[in-house]
């Protein structure tokens, strides 16, 4: 039997398509449902934004502050060790990681 990482291993857990309804970010090919939340008080260490990933059973975590990018409409979250790109219209999110180079 082939040797597979548990979901929660996955590096690419977050990536993917998302259907968005303001806030709420409904994955297209998965059951992962991310928030958007906006903070009350910021600080230098903080972002306005930051966001919760929806578990099955309804609980909430949180994965990563929503940082703003040099390009419109582009953010970069963190989770996990792992680097993210997000692409946000008013209709869908995109989910990529980072391709670093060494």
Do not use: F
């Not at 857990?13 to 303001?22: E, F, K, N, P, V």
């Not at 994965?63 to 419109?72: C, E, F, N, Q, R």
């Not at 963190?78 to 980072?98: F, K, M, N, Q």
């Amino acid at each position: 039997m082939a040797n597979i990482a548990p979901p929660e291993h996955r590096s690419d857990h977050l990536t993917g398509q998302y259907i968005r309804h303001g806030g709420k970010l409904t994955s297209t090919t998965t059951t992962t449902t991310l928030l958007l939340v906006h903070r009350a008080a910021t600080t230098k260490a903080k972002a306005s934004t930051y966001v919760l990933l929806v578990h099955p059973t309804g609980k909430r975590s949180y994965v990563s502050s929503l940082w703003d990018s040099p390009a419109p409409g582009t953010y970069a979250i963190e989770y996990r060790g792992i680097r993210y790109t997000v692409t946000l219209t008013d209709e869908v999110a995109v989910v990529t990681p980072v391709v670093t180079t060494s």
